[in-house]
């Protein structure tokens, strides 16, 4: 930092001053709140409304819809960032686009398109009646709407890192006698893991949080198709704030456990990142 | 591919609970969560007595428009217990799971308890409301859900409607202006019954709040009576809140006859004490004696006198671009 | 489509294999359901539709979601571009903390966000007291709406202005102020233009993203019809009345909004990036 060149340090406190106070007052403080209400009655309390059964049949449901949910889009991720970031095509910026359209779809909109694929009175409902599948109101279209919402997490992640990454090396490995899988594993698998990671980190955050499009799908039936969040306003609505809040305490810690893990990652990435960078420009 | 393993999965875990202990879904309003508890509990130990089976209710709870919509999109509920009768009719007519005579099948209309729709007031009642008259004054916030969105809040927009009716003489007009007023002193329109409880009590926004009977004097007990108070007002509307056996459902899940026998136990004397324990007014007379003094007197009236039944007060004051809607439209 | 006209000559293996498989895997999950909002539409006829689309009401709350998600993403554009600014240029004591903190409404639960706001917003509430006692009301007027819709966008700004700023030459600036340009000078003509696409990007994803939010508004908005009712909740509304044809047309009035705006930042992505390799 060239201080003669950049502000005076007067100056300097003050935009971080208010930087911070603007990050305290719009971002810090909501969280603040929740954690005084969570233990406005104690601790004691805390802990009862966490071992309560409906309360684990929620983290169950929750765990269980990440950890389909996940591993899918990561899949999809690796394949589409593959398809897009490494070769030409026509239609590929709409192709990008298209990927990325569930960041814009409203979540009652992303709950709403399966219960008319699915629902009683949609595409699929009486084939699904008839066969006595059940999707909406139970674990497979909880499953769905996290899908949908958590869709272009990884692929947005790996997309730019690998366009940037060029396929140098790649090529490289193939003249030296790889197979397609070897290559994959041994390059362009390693070039891309913390990547892969970060998009992960920030798949399964919203997975676990997300309400509105799992709202309209789940049926509410208590124990049994409540994920965390939908848990937390079944508790607001019976008048046990401070339980409401308890969860949802629950849902922050995981939410800033998972900002840790990416910070850790984006230094990693930043490392592997200026790493490739060098090669690039010496190769 | 994963999700075909995963389905067939909860096919195989559906049969296996299907051998387990019978299972039966109650998909219910929002204000009936604490009465059910209570019911549920109540009927297991009732039918192992009888059947030496076990049954186990799970409950489902939302909004009474949102829980119909379900309901019709599949979602599998045995019985329904919701807050007005034309969700039940909507169940009937969009998605047939059940005859459109339904409420002919138990008795009271199909209405175990009733209800009515009352003031909840802070502590003292500093603003003096006494009646519904005291809703309209300048400077008074009244706190009440969407009616578009909420069963209670369509019963209290119809008692206020009701009142001002019987007050100028059956004159349409002025009722309407009565009601004009009333929303004109909402400040905040929450999307269900349990939401305007929350605005009023836990946020402290507002004078007074119309609501559930039942609704209120829970929110009396939980949230502290050093707080709040309840107000009864002259008149009020009749609130039948009705129950129904889902036919497709049931019988497909096989639970037809213990379906029925649920509902019928919510007009035995052990059901009807409970109800009457959780604020809802009994209908067997000996209950309603036992529990007299929980409920004060009050003037009631019925949706089918005054506005002719279900249908066409929906049709006429809640659809889109009914009356609801005029009168918040700019200019009135 | 031909294999030799579509795609692009490339020895790299797996084209094939992986574009199937995304195309397959967003058909499924995203198009068809998608297009299950415009079928549904379609059922009915084009009066309901445009009357759907085009009742007061509803044309009330475009006009409140559109305003409030603008004004939200202005505001979150000047904090999110001094908040920015700041973690990457200057140094101070707990910056690695306040550099993770920008992401927590991304991570939060929406409607814990909400019900987090609107208690700290309200007449009682942390804040609400003291913004009451300046004749401020936050919590059930459109301001609330614009606090909420704030809160959700302002990440976005941050992190996609981030990656500019600490990409940007400093040497140019010193250049600049060599030959005698005051501070301001070098803001405005040499750091300026040069995040400027990052932040419109960063514009466009907060707008895409709070045209559709739902928890977090609704408990802070106080659904007034006409005043502060936002769209996605007039689609809940029209199936709370089993309006299935009109909630659905009103979707695809905001999925049609939202995929342009998506294009939109993709092509300003793309030529802030041919911007950048031109340098």
């Given at each position: ?153 990884v692929?947005?992640e790996l997309?730019?890192l690998m366009?940037s990454q ?22 362009t698998l390693p070039n891309i893991s913390w990547g892969l990671l970060y998009g992960v980190v920030l ?58 893990l990416k910070k850790l990652l984006e230094w990693k990435t930043g490392q592997a990142e200026s790493g490739g ?7 | ?332 | ?279």
């Amino acid at each position: 930092m060239t201080a003669a060149r950049s502000e005076p340090a007067a100056a300097r406190w003050a935009l971080t001053g208010l930087a911070l106070l603007t990050l305290g007052v719009l971002i810090v403080l909501p969280l603040c709140t929740v954690f005084a209400e969570a233990f406005a009655k104690g601790w004691s309390l805390y802990r009862e409304v966490i071992e309560e059964p409906d309360t684990l049949s929620a983290i169950e449901l929750s765990l269980l819809a990440v950890g389909v949910a996940v591993p899918m889009n990561l899949i999809f991720g690796v394949a589409a960032a593959w398809a897009v970031a490494k070769f030409q095509f026509r239609g590929r910026n709409i192709l990008v686009t298209l990927i990325d359209i569930p960041l814009g779809v409203s979540p009652v909109v992303s709950g709403l398109i399966y219960v008319l694929v699915f629902g009683a009175q949609g595409w699929l409902g009486p084939w699904l009646n008839r066969h006595d599948i059940r999707i909406i109101f139970a674990a497979p279209g909880i499953i769905l709407a996290t899908v949908f919402v958590t869709f272009p997490f990884v692929a947005r992640e790996l997309i730019p890192l690998m366009e940037s990454q060029g396929a140098d090396e790649e090529e490289a490995a193939l003249v030296l006698g790889a197979n397609g899988w070897q290559m994959f594993w041994k390059v362009t698998l390693p070039n891309i893991s913390w990547g892969l990671l970060y998009g992960v980190v920030l798949c399964t955050a919203r997975a676990l949080g997300e309400f509105g499009a799992v709202s309209v799908v789940s049926g509410h039936i208590r124990g049994q198709t409540n994920t965390l969040p939908l848990h937390v306003e079944i508790l607001y609505n019976d008048y046990n704030y401070a339980g409401a809040f308890a969860v949802a305490s629950l849902l922050s810690v995981i939410a800033v456990i998972s900002l840790a893990l990416k910070k850790l990652l984006e230094w990693k990435t930043g490392q592997a990142e200026s790493g490739g960078l060098r090669r690039t420009e010496t190769g | 591919m994963k999700l075909n393993r995963f389905w067939l999965g909860m096919v195989a875990a559906s049969a296996v609970f299907a051998a387990g202990p019978l299972k039966l879904l109650n998909v219910s309003y929002d204000p009936t969560r604490e009465l059910y508890q209570d019911i549920n509990a109540a009927f297991a130990r009732q039918w192992k007595a009888r059947t030496g089976a076990d049954v186990q209710i799970s409950q489902s709870h939302g909004g009474s428009g949102a829980q119909a919509r379900a309901v019709i999109d599949g979602l599998q509920a045995d019985v329904v217990t919701l807050g007005l009768a034309y969700d039940i009719d909507s169940i009937a007519e969009r998605a047939h799971l059940l005859a459109p005579d339904w409420q002919k099948r138990l008795p009271n209309n199909s209405t175990p308890f009733t209800s009515t729709i009352v003031f909840l007031v802070r502590q003292g009642n500093p603003k003096h409301i006494r009646d519904w008259d005291d809703l309209i004054k300048p400077g008074v916030a009244v706190i009440t859900p969407n009616p578009k969105t909420s069963g209670g809040a369509r019963w209290s927009y119809l008692a206020a409607w009701g009142y001002a009716l019987k007050k100028n003489n059956g004159d349409d007009g002025k009722a309407r202006d009565f009601v004009r007023k009333l929303y004109k002193n909402v400040p905040v329109l929450d999307s269900g019954a349990r939401g305007s409880t929350t605005t009023f009590v836990q946020r402290g926004i507002g004078d007074v709040l119309l609501s559930w009977e039942n609704e209120a004097f829970l929110a009396l007990n939980e949230l502290g009576k050093n707080k709040v108070q309840v107000i009864t007002p002259s008149v009020s509307i009749l609130a039948e809140p009705p129950v129904a056996v889902v036919d497709s459902v049931a019988a497909k899940h096989g639970t037809s006859a213990v379906a029925k026998a649920y509902l019928e136990f919510l007009w035995s004397p052990e059901g009807q004490e409970i109800g009457a324990k959780n604020f809802y007014r009994p209908r067997l007379a000996a209950v309603q004696a036992k529990y007299a003094g929980r409920f004060p007197k009050v003037q009631l009236f019925t949706i089918d006198e005054v506005f002719g039944g279900w249908q066409k007060a929906q049709k006429r004051h809640f659809e889109d671009g009914g009356v609801f809607d005029q009168i918040y439209a700019p200019g009135k | 489509m031909a294999g030799t006209g579509f795609k692009r000559f490339n020895v790299l293996p797996g084209f094939w294999p992986a574009f199937s498989y995304t195309v397959l895997y967003l058909s499924l999950i995203v198009l068809i359901p998608l297009s299950a909002v415009f079928l549904k539409s379609a059922t009915t006829s084009w009066d309901h539709i445009w009357r759907s689309i085009s009742s007061p009401s509803v044309v009330a709350s475009y006009r409140l979601s559109f305003g409030a998600s603008i004004i939200a993403g202005l505001i979150s554009v000047a904090a999110g571009f001094l908040i920015a600014w700041v973690l990457v240029r200057y140094e101070f004591p707990g910056k690695p903390l306040a550099d993770a903190v920008v992401d927590l409404p991304f991570a939060l639960p929406t409607a814990v966000a909400g019900i987090a706001l609107t208690s700290l917003y309200t007449e009682n509430g942390w804040v609400g007291q003291y913004l009451a006692k300046l004749g401020i009301k936050v919590a059930f007027t459109p301001l609330g709406v614009v606090v909420a819709l704030t809160f959700i966008g302002l990440p976005f700004v941050i992190r996609s202005v981030q990656p500019v700023l600490a990409d940007s030459d400093q040497e140019l600036e010193e250049a600049a102020a060599s030959l005698g340009a005051t501070r301001w000078q070098v803001f405005t003509r040499v750091i300026f233009p040069l995040v400027r696409p990052a932040l419109l990007t960063g514009f466009a994803l907060a707008l895409a993203r709070a045209l559709g939010e739902y928890g977090s508004v609704i408990f802070i908005s106080g659904n007034m019809p006409m005043k502060t009712e936002i769209t996605p909740l007039l689609i809940v509304n029209k199936l709370q009345q089993y309006d299935y044809a009109g909630a659905t047309a009103i979707a695809a009035v905001m999925l049609i909004t939202s995929f342009l705006l998506l294009l939109t930042i993709n092509l300003l992505q793309r030529r802030s990036r041919r911007f950048m390799e031109a340098r």
